[in-house]
């Protein structure tokens, strides 16, 4: 049985364990003893052959389930003129793979990518020349197909891949000096290949970071409030009691601090214990009343920067034939893995060994360096693959608490989150408030735009290491914490325009982290649905509207593409209202992350009595450069418009001021089966543009979509998601 | 003293230590040391944990060992070879149809609710053999994904149900 290999294998390992596929792939010289990351300009870092002509390529990105471990074999396989069954790839190990920096803001084909690329057309090189010599044959007259290189014209004078480099180093600089193929050359590259992870998943052979065990380790829970208070507070411990876990046999306390946990040998006796543990919790209110949260967010004493202005916005607003100026809030909302997150570490006196399941390793093995007070060098952070996290979720506090129950208990220890913990102490998605102004001439041009955004930035301190006694400081920023020139009027030419950022003062908050697409969402809901308001009061359908202010012929290009979808008629919004009790609109919108260009349409039903809001249909284009598997992207497409279903309908961090009070799924509901809308993702591949980021940039287009769906079907502007009934029925009734 | 609790897993018997009063999950993820059935909630609400007992899904993180007894609880790992029972097959195919489906569908992403889904889905498929997108939709609302696969899990469902209906 599968699962008794994998911990028979772990075992074998004795105390620091090794992921099986490593193991296997291990080539004749030693790799994996020493602390990395490898030396990025040696060709051995990125890539091994085999003698049996096959190839590990060493890649620094996390496998999400986004398929990007194929996609970037995909990449190598086409510049080494490789099969894809002779190609393969390793688990992130910072031991083993190199630092290509983390798995987000959609980074690993954009980044990694051209890295892979460019170290396989080198490596081909090499080989290329050692054939040359093997086969008394100049490298003009060699071709290859599946790793054999043979001469042209006289088959019988060949020889592989593995037989020059058979489980050999090259020992050859990495100097990105390799010609790569032309596009128009490329057979795997764009070619829909299947994922090389879905059959284990599947068939339950899978080993996610949950199934990861170490001999002799002991089960570990952390002992917490039930949700988190304002960032800057913490927790405090008031007492504690460790008889109130006494007849719970083999289970004990651990503390540093304020961080409390429990371990014990059987992982039930670990849940029970740290259910049962006594512990009373400062409880003094440290949180805004959750119904001014926004007005507290608009009055509070902020950072300022204004992060773009060009031309004249007041002389313009001044001679604009029609002017819309609204206001609009967004949520904190969770990243609330479906498995909260797990890690299993082994803290010993002079290393450690974590395994988790982080989007970084090199950045996790970093703060694992401060918490423990050891040199990074002297940890070693393994990954295998969690549930979705779509962001910074709970992983790296796992890998921490984890690391700290080990020290403590002086044993390995898997420590995996509860419910509760996952939910109640997440760095969630900030909320947001924005404020917009837009004008145009008589004809429809917009002449204006001047977008106000209020939020607070990403906590950087991790919960475990908080509560240890680190205090909490903020994210120094950065382009995806502030008002997104992009997101913010960006896709229309417009000759005035002004975006200014008011940083709040995290510690005040809830804590904050990258939620997929960050703030995008809040961005478009604002920005867009005031663009479209622009439309109404020019009396222009929305999709002509956008087109006549928008030059950028990607922008164009995914607009026509969802329009083209959608069959999207032109007429004015709101033009076709019902009386019943069932509207249907349809939105339009556009929006991105940082890079590439999203453009969606939504088709939405409302139960005008219930104030229940349904998504029937949704459309989403992508332009994201080269897409290297378009069947890939089309899936990261779908889930991205099932998620901002989710987000926009359902999903919202509920507190009182003391503590989160969503802690579960019916406290924080999410899209299920029965209100799932059907969904069109539309490619449009570009083979001769620079990949960039596919795994979150079409939700900002979504939400905006939606949210000018719901103008369309009842004359009505939502002006806070998420489109919750009772906030459905009350903008309905103000309007009536 | 945990007594010596025997349960029926995958149609073999197995001899358990864990307190009558463990959650079934415990003792299948823990001392069986199962892949499948994984926890997401522990609270029913989720159905990361679901396996079958007497071929109705069940929420493991919330069931008593004690309450299997007697029963025949079927995990993921043994799916293939209770749709060949269930089916009359000479030997167990690699996949249920509907694992396979999913593949030929490519609609997981991070798969970790794909445990309970294909429980839920073999489920469905083997009291409904063709059941309406509704139905499917219906069935499978206790399961939830943060990853957005419903979509293509309704249609891998749809797949699967024709190819059931293809076997004898
Ligand atoms: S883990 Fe059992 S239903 Fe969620
Ligand atoms: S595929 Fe990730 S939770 Fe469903």
């Known amino acids: ?736 | 003293m945990p007594g010596e609790l025997k349960i029926r897993v995958n149609e073999q018997v197995r001899t358990v230590s864990a307190a009558p009063d463990t959650p079934l999950l415990y003792v299948l993820a823990g001392e069986l040391e199962l892949q499948g059935p994984r926890f997401g909630c522990g609270l029913a609400q989720c159905g990361s944990c679901s396996v079958l007992v007497n071929g109705v899904e069940t929420r493991s993180c919330v069931t008593p060992v004690s309450d299997v007894q007697g029963k025949s609880i079927t995990t993921l790992e043994g799916l293939p070879a209770w749709y060949a029972a269930q089916k009359k097959l000479r030997s167990a195919p690699p996949l249920h149809p509907v694992q396979q489906a999913l593949i030929d569908e490519q609609a997981v992403q991070c798969g970790y609710c794909f445990n309970g889904m294909i429980i839920k889905a073999s489920e469905l498929l083997s009291k409904v053999p063709q059941p309406t997108e509704a139905q499917i939709r219906t069935a499978m609302n206790g399961h939830l994904c943060r990853c957005g696969t419903y979509p293509r899990v309704i249609k891998a469902i749809q797949r699967a149900s024709r190819a059931m209906a293809g076997v004898a």
Not at chain 1, 320 to 326: D, I, P, Y
Not at chain 1, 408 to 424: I, S, T
Not at chain 1, 616 to 621: C, P, T
Not at chain 1, 642 to 657: D, L
Request: net charge neutral; hydrophobic share 40%; charged share 20%.
């Open chain 1, 1 to 736: 049985m599968s699962s008794v290999i994998r911990r028979d294998f772990l075992k074998t390992g004795g105390a620091l364990i090794i992921g099986f596929s490593l193991r296997e792939s291990l080539p004749a010289e030693d790799r994996g003893s020493v602390a990395g990351p490898p030396d990025a300009k040696q060709i051995d870092t990125w890539l091994a052959i085999h003698t049996d002509n096959t190839a590990t390529v060493y890649i620094g990105f996390a496998e999400l389930g986004q398929g990007n471990s194929t996609a970037l074999l995909q990449v190598a396989a086409e510049e080494l003129d490789l099969e894809m069954s002779q190609v393969r790839t390793v688990q992130l190990d910072t031991n083993v793979t190199p630092n290509q920096g983390g798995t987000y803001s959609s980074a690993s084909i954009q980044r990694g990518g051209p890295q892979v690329r460019t170290a396989a057309a080198e490596a081909r090189q090499a080989l290329l020349q050692m054939a040359s010599q093997k086969l008394e044959a100049p490298v003009e007259h060699l071709t290859v197909a599946k790793g054999v290189v043979s001469v042209a014209g006289s088959p019988d004078r060949s020889v592989t891949y593995g037989a020059l480099v058979p489980d050999k180093p090259f020992h050859l600089a990495f100097t990105g000096t390799a010609p790569v193929k032309p596009p128009a050359e490329y057979k795997v590259v764009g070619a829909r290949i299947p994922r090389n992870d879905i059959p284990d998943k599947v068939n339950g052979r899978y080993v996610y970071v949950q199934h990861v065990h170490l001999r002799g380790m002991l089960h570990g829970r952390v002992v917490r409030p039930r949700g988190q208070r304002a960032y800057g507070s913490g927790a405090k411990v008031g007492s504690l009691d460790e008889s109130s876990i006494a007849e719970i046999p083999g289970a004990r306390v651990v503390r540093r601090g304020d961080f409390v946990g429990v371990v014990a040998e059987n992982e039930w006796d670990a849940v029970r214990a740290a259910r049962q543990l006594k512990v009373t919790w400062d409880t003094a209110p440290t949180l805004p009343t959750q119904a001014r949260l926004h007005e507290q967010m608009r009055a509070a004493k902020t950072t300022d920067r204004v992060v773009v202005q060009r031309g004249d916005v007041a002389g313009a607003l001044a001679k604009a034939a029609h002017v819309v100026s609204e206001s609009y809030r967004g949520p904190y909302q969770a990243h609330a893995p479906f498995g909260p997150n797990c890690a299993v570490a082994h803290v010993m006196p002079d290393r450690a060994l974590v395994v988790c399941s982080t989007q970084d390793v090199y950045g996790t093995r970093n703060g694992l360096a401060r918490l423990l007070d050891m040199p990074a060098e002297k940890i070693r952070v393994q990954y295998y693959e969690g549930s979705g996290t779509f962001g910074h979720s709970c992983y790296d506090d796992a890998a921490q608490a984890a690391a700290l129950l080990s020290r403590l208990a002086d044993k390995p220890v898997r420590l995996q989150f509860m419910r509760w913990d996952e939910h109640g102490w997440d760095n969630y998605g900030p909320a947001h408030v924005g404020e917009v102004q837009v004008a145009s001439d008589a004809a429809g041009k917009i002449i204006a735009y001047q977008y106000e955004g209020w939020q607070h930035n990403w906590s950087a301190v991790e919960t475990s290491a908080q509560l240890a006694g680190t205090p909490a400081a903020d994210w120094p920023g950065g382009a995806a914490q502030q008002v997104s020139a992009l997101n913010c009027g960006g896709m229309y030419d417009i000759a005035n325009l002004r975006l200014v950022n008011h940083q709040l003062p995290g510690k005040d908050y809830l804590k904050g982290g990258w939620l997929r697409s960050p703030l995008d969402l809040s961005f478009s809901f604002a920005s867009e649905q005031t663009i479209d308001a622009l439309a109404y009061l020019a009396e222009i359908d929305p999709y002509q509207f956008r087109r006549q202010n928008i030059t950028d012929a990607r922008w164009l290009t995914v607009l026509d593409a969802v329009a083209r979808s959608a069959k999207w008629t032109p007429r004015r919004a709101a033009s076709q209202r019902s009386d019943g009790k069932v509207a249907t609109g349809r939105g339009i919108g556009l929006g991105t992350h940082l890079v590439s260009y999203g453009a969606a349409v939504a088709e939405i039903e409302i139960h005008k009595e219930t104030g229940r809001v349904v998504a029937k249909r949704l459309h989403g284009a992508v332009d994201a450069g080269l897409v290297v598997n378009p069947a890939f992207v089309e899936n990261q497409i779908s889930g991205q418009l099932v998620q901002t279903a989710s987000r926009m309908f359902k999903e919202e961090v509920t507190f009182n001021t003391t503590n989160v009070t969503s802690l579960d799924w019916n406290s924080y509901p999410v899209l299920r089966f029965e209100e799932c809308p059907e969904v069109t993702p539309i490619v449009v591949q570009r083979l001769n543009e620079r990949s960039t980021g596919a795994g979150e940039e079409v939700m900002a287009a979504a939400a905006a979509a939606i949210a000018n769906a719901f103008f369309d079907a009842t004359g009505v502007r939502v002006r806070e998601y998420p489109l919750t009934p009772s906030r459905v029925l009350a903008a309905l009734s103000r309007a009536a």
